[in-house]
């Protein structure tokens, strides 16, 4: 059973800054493309960044320049460093995890985790 727990959601300001990690089994962490979705209340969920096990990463137009993924391989982790945040980037962040890339950045993921709550007051 593969586990993806998030983690490092919380309450910030406007510009404030915010890391979510996503902790997962070591035996899929290296072999695996591993992604952050998100959730706004009353839209649907949004591909937000990727990373491949090579570190090749994808984004988001809406959060280029602003947040950066990275994954530690001896951890088993990967993260979602926020920087800039606005009021729009409210939501649920997921983290996500399939073998392929194309399942990852098309919303198609074997796994999801349980999600983290980011809130940006203005």
């Known amino acids: 059973q593969v586990q993806l727990v998030e983690s490092g959601g919380g309450l910030v300001q406007s510009g404030g800054s915010l890391r979510l990690s996503c902790a997962t089994s070591?035996?899929?962490?290296?072999?695996?493309?591993m992604g952050w979705y998100r959730q706004a209340p009353g839209k649907e969920r949004e591909f937000v960044a990727a990373i491949l096990w090579n570190g090749l990463t994808y984004y988001a137009d809406s959060v280029k320049g602003r947040f950066t993924i990275s994954r530690d391989n001896a951890k088993n982790t990967i993260y979602l460093q926020m920087n800039s945040l606005k009021p729009e980037d409210t939501a649920i962040f997921y983290c996500a995890a399939d073998f392929e890339s194309r399942k990852v950045r098309e919303g198609r993921p074997n796994y999801w985790g349980q999600g983290t709550q980011v809130t940006v007051s203005s």
């Open positions: 070591g035996r899929i962490f290296n072999n695996y493309v």
